[in-house]
């Protein structure tokens, strides 16, 4: 498998593509359908999981995150729902422990 700069590649999705700012799913999928179209077949796809030749979902929403909280121009509707809702919770959690 390629050496590939997985943060550029993100950061270029994030950038043109603004449904994969609200979307990690999109993001993922946009992702897999780029670097695995190749082989074409799902099966295939599937077997490059199981090998580990797939870039982790998770390390792909990780970076992201990581990108919108640098670049407010990535970001999308819902980054400050969510950021206010997480603090929220937040505020509500350390209400409970008091």
Known sequence: ?????????????????????????????????????????????????????VVNFDYIKRIRRRLQEKHPELRGKKYDERKRKKQEEFKEHIKSVK
């Open 1 to 53: 498998m390629e050496k590939i700069n997985l943060k550029e590649i993100i950061k270029s999705y994030l950038k043109y593509f603004e449904e994969t700012r609200d979307d990690d799913n999109y993001l993922i999928c946009r992702y897999n359908f780029e670097y695995h179209k190749k082989s074409g077949y799902t099966i295939d796809f599937l077997n490059d999981i199981r090998m580990g030749k």
